[in-house]
């Protein structure tokens, strides 16, 4: 990569910096008050949690396989089997080959865990949180979010209005044909999941959170990552993401506790890894040890800080509120 002299200038503003700081004070007193714990836990681990198309940065330690963190996750949940309660953390995040105006491969995350929470009830401090950082940061969303309630659409519904597919129930034939229609790429992929996945991504997500904040429910279980199944419908997992003029905030599961679901979805994704010819992981071995001893009952979000920011601020590339993009580091 060629270098310039100017270089060494930080890619936001020193007002910017300001307004990071004052984000993550925000953050944090918004925690403190709901008797939440603040935790670090190391970026470098033996371990990752498996997700077949999310790839930790992979490093040499004294001779060790080790993994920058995709996400402080799997140790915290250590810390929760542990008897800590309710937990959050400010941190930094890395996955690799992550890049765009709405991707770095190193950024910062805010992840917590309420203890005795289900997940709707993270969905209502999701929202709270979102209007408290808009209320400190004062900007293009304050005065929209004053008027207007956070909506919720489940993943069928999404779909239905969209595509006019019934997702949950269409055939593989049905959904190779809707995905033929609207994915100009050839050939399409072979799994069900990874349609599922270009579809959500190319025609679903841009269209979402535009007259609200919307929250998107109720994804397919072989999406449910570390998410439950639902009780009611073994279809879907209780799984939310939400979203801001087409931008995914963040990340909230009803937690997996059972240990032996967690080994069942991480040899699923590690086949699906080898099916894509990328690198097979260690897995979470650490946190399926802790699972075994005991999980308690909760629910947990990731939030992109620097995508909230971006949000709360009024700008259109993640890289206006870094100090130094990945590019710069």
């Known amino acids: 990569m060629s270098f310039s002299s100017q270089d060494w200038r930080p890619g936001c503003s020193i007002e910017m910096l300001h307004r990071r700081a004052s984000l993550r004070q925000c953050i944090r007193e918004f925690f403190f008050e709901r008797n939440y714990l603040e935790v670090d836990t190391p970026l470098l681990s033996h371990d990752t949690v498996i997700d077949a198309h999310v790839d930790p940065i992979e490093v040499s330690v004294t001779g060790n396989r080790m993994f920058l963190q995709t996400s402080p996750e799997a140790p915290m949940k250590r810390l929760l089997a542990a008897g800590s309660e309710s937990i959050f953390q400010i941190t930094q995040a890395f996955r690799s080959a992550e890049r765009g105006i709405l991707h770095n491969p190193e ?77 100009c790429i050839s050939p399409l992929p072979d799994t069900r999941d990874d349609l599922l996945n270009l579809l959500l991504v190319s025609e679903i997500e841009p269209r979402l959170g535009f007259s609200e904040p919307e929250f998107l429910v109720d994804y397919p279980v072989s ?107």
Request: aromatic residues 8%.
């Open 107 to 183: 950024f910062m995350i805010v992840e917590w865990y309420g203890v005795g929470d289900l997940w709707r009830d993270q969905m209502a401090i999701v929202e709270q949180l979102v209007r408290a950082g808009a209320e400190e940061i004062q900007g293009p969303l304050t005065a929209r979010l004053e008027a207007r309630a956070f909506s919720v659409t489940t993943y069928q519904q999404a779909f239905k209005r969209q595509l006019g597919i019934d997702v949950l129930s269409a055939s593989d034939t049905e959904l190779r044909k809707c995905s033929a229609e609207y994915l």
């Open 223 to 329: 999406q449910a990552a570390l998410a439950e199944s639902s009780p009611v419908d073994p279809r879907i997992a209780r799984r939310f993401e939400l979203y801001v003029d087409g931008i995914e905030l963040c990340n909230g599961y009803q937690e997996l506790t059972d240990a032996d679901e967690l080994r069942l979805r991480e040899a699923t994704q590690q086949a699906d890894r080898r099916r894509l010819k990328s690198s097979e992981f260690p897995g979470a071995r650490r946190l399926l040890a802790a699972m075994d001893s005991g999980m308690p009952t909760c629910s947990g979000v990731a939030m992109g800080f620097d995508r909230l920011l971006m949000i709360l601020t009024g700008h259109d590339l993640l890289s206006s509120v870094l100090p130094f993009s990945v590019e710069q580091a």
